[in-house]
């Protein structure tokens, strides 16, 4: 494999992201005592720092590759939401498709941090469905984007506040379907089972438990062989992939199956490492429909993004070095 020339490749991709974006703020200080007032530590802040997370993590990623990436989601009539556009047009990502909606707030997840600890997080949202007239206008960006943008993948990206509802999810998984468009998705609990007919689903082991309510007590091939054709069985999806935390992650195709271990890590903050395998996972498969690079690329990427604090995008050199020493013959 040419990874130079692959990842060359990457940069001819468009891609979509869809789902709901988060600012994350971070406020940084140091802990010297416990309150007089509350048996709590008192945190002494320092510095304050935004990130985009939640789906719009998954963009930051993809345009860290060097695809050309849009995002569609909606967002707050609120500073949050202004400054969440800032930073990702800061990041060359498309925002066009963004828009604000009266009666909802963009979510932004406040974490206290010491020492490279979290202390505390706060969290500001609003996580009921859109209402469907903000429906509406969300598939109507979708649809603009698809016809105008082209974009050879879609990702949804769902973390359960209110953006992917049941019917978003079906409408444009139809509307991709007949561009032939690859979906990928990232589920949560809610709407686990709602993703019928996509190209790729990527599910956590815990959400699979939940989402068809599994007792697994042995993580093995055989195993995750019968979850992947339980999923099939309901969303009648092409491929599995499941990540497994520190033993790595699953796939299955139509060809193939496989666990892919994990490499040794100086695992600092695993935030953040779902979308990056997401996002990775959907630009390789765009480029070459090879699922099984896909996934050791992804699980490289993974890994390596929990080597930060934080959300973090992937570092397209080093994943490239990273991938060429542990992937190239």
Request: charged share 20%; aromatic share 4%; glycine share 6%.
């Amino acid at each position: 494999m040419n990874f130079e020339q692959l990842f060359a490749d990457f940069t001819r991709i468009r891609v979509a992201i869809l789902g709901d974006v988060m600012l994350d703020t971070y406020w940084w200080g140091s802990v010297d005592r416990i309150s007089p007032e509350a048996p709590v530590p008192v945190v002494a802040l320092k510095q304050k720092e935004l990130r985009v997370g939640g789906a719009a993590n998954v963009a930051l990623n993809t345009a860290s590759l060097g695809a050309q990436t849009t995002m569609i989601s909606v967002i707050g009539t609120d500073t949050d939401g202004e400054q969440l556009i800032q930073l990702l047009q800061a990041k060359n990502i498309d925002t066009q498709y963004i828009k604000p909606a009266s009666g909802r707030v963009t979510t932004n997840k406040t974490r206290v941090m010491s020492r490279n600890q979290q202390m505390m997080r706060l969290d500001a949202e609003i996580t009921t469905d859109l209402d469907k007239a903000t429906e509406d206008l969300l598939l109507e960006q979708v649809t603009s984007c698809i016809n105008t943008q082209q974009p050879q993948v879609l990702i949804l990206e769902d973390y359960n506040k209110g953006v992917l509802t049941p019917r978003i999810i079906k409408e444009v998984i139809n509307l991709c379907k007949a561009k032939g468009i690859v979906i990928a998705v990232d589920p949560k609990k809610k709407n686990f089972l709602a993703y019928q007919g996509v190209t790729i689903f990527k599910p956590n082991l815990k959400e699979v438990k939940e989402g068809l309510n599994l007792s697994v007590d042995t993580i093995d091939l055989p195993s995750l062989k019968n979850i992947h054709e339980a999923l099939q069985q309901h969303l009648q999806h092409q491929v599995s992939l499941i990540t497994l935390s520190e033993k790595g992650v699953f796939y299955q195709d139509e060809t193939s199956h496989r666990i892919i271990p994990t490499h040794i890590r100086n695992i600092a903050d695993v935030s953040g490492a779902g979308d990056t395998v997401i996002a990775v996972t959907s630009l390789c498969y765009a480029a070459t429909k090879d699922m099984h690079l896909a996934a050791e690329m992804a699980n490289i990427a993974g890994g390596l993004v929990c080597e930060e604090v934080g959300t973090a995008a992937i570092n397209k050199e080093r994943l490239l070095q990273e991938c060429e020493l542990l992937l190239g013959e």
